[in-house]
């Protein structure tokens, strides 16, 4: 399985130092980005004035959520991004590879951005709801010692330039668990995102899950990753009863905090989705 790896800094020179040690390691160079206020990958795509926020904060949103789909965390790397911050983004990383990665960008202490995003809530931004960063679908942090620059971020405010698309409450807080690096499957994982496709699984999930109060994004996922691994060369064509500890345990590997049990049963439809 590949993974997409990101992690936010607050300052450019330790997004820097991170991708420097990646390429450094052999990852290669076209597969690391640094996404900032500044970078092509947001201003210029659309056209927009450096000075429009609203339309910058835009385009940082819709990059992130083709990078990550549907996952909360988008939100949180579009804001991190329109305060000054410095978003690492590894694409393409191998199951047997990602963990390096992870090691090496934690040398360089990401920030906290659960920390940060509580603290954003707290001064009133509403970006993404506290109940799906709670949720946290796709992501696998790493758990490693306390972040240094999360923790020195007390001291250092936002970073130079973001007055420029907003303001700030006063400082962010420090870091609290090092769990700042995080993994995703990276988008080859992903079925096409048709509109059949999409229609089906809402489909499913509106008879099924709707009655709970769950959103749609939060069992997506789950079809996505059915689908994804009835069409992958390791599965295909294989029963269910015999891959589903395999799928098991690949499934709380990368998605730790979401229980297989109450995702197994939106998991399997999007295995039937292609076996069927």
């Not at 015999?242 to 590997?253: G, I, K």
């Amino acid at each position: 399985m590949a993974h997409t790896l990101a992690a936010v800094f607050a300052v450019r020179d330790m997004a820097e130092r991170a991708r420097h040690d990646l390429i450094t390691a052999g990852f290669p160079g076209a597969s690391i980005r640094l996404h900032d206020a500044g970078s092509d990958d947001f201003s210029t795509t659309a056209n927009i004035r450096r000075d429009d926020s609203d339309n910058l904060l835009d385009n940082i949103k819709h990059f992130f959520t083709d990078l990550f789909g549907s996952h909360a965390d988008r939100h949180i790397y579009a804001e991190a991004v329109r305060r000054g911050h410095v978003v690492l983004t590894l694409e393409g990383a191998s199951d047997a590879d990602i963990q390096r990665a992870t090691d090496l960008v934690e040398r360089y202490a990401p920030l906290d951005i659960d920390a940060h995003a509580d603290h954003w809530r707290a001064g009133g931004w509403q970006g993404a709801p506290q109940h799906d960063s709670a949720m946290r679908q796709g992501a696998s942090m790493q758990s490693g010692a306390p972040s240094q620059q999360g923790t020195s971020a007390s001291n250092m405010n936002e970073a130079p330039g973001s007055q420029q698309f907003a303001s700030d409450m006063g400082s962010p807080p420090p870091s609290g668990t090092g769990a700042n690096v995080r993994r995703y499957p990276g988008a080859e994982n992903l079925p096409g995102t048709s509109y059949d496709d999409e229609q089906y699984y809402r489909s499913h999930w509106s008879a099924t899950y709707v009655a709970t109060g769950a959103r749609f994004e939060d069992y997506d996922p789950a079809y996505r990753y059915g689908h994804s691994m009835a069409n992958s060369d390791s599965y295909r064509g294989r029963p269910w009863d015999e891959v589903e500890a395999d799928l098991r345990s690949t499934w709380e590997h990368t998605y730790p905090q979401s229980a297989w049990d109450n995702f197994k049963a939106a998991i399997k439809h999007g295995w039937e989705r292609v076996t069927s």
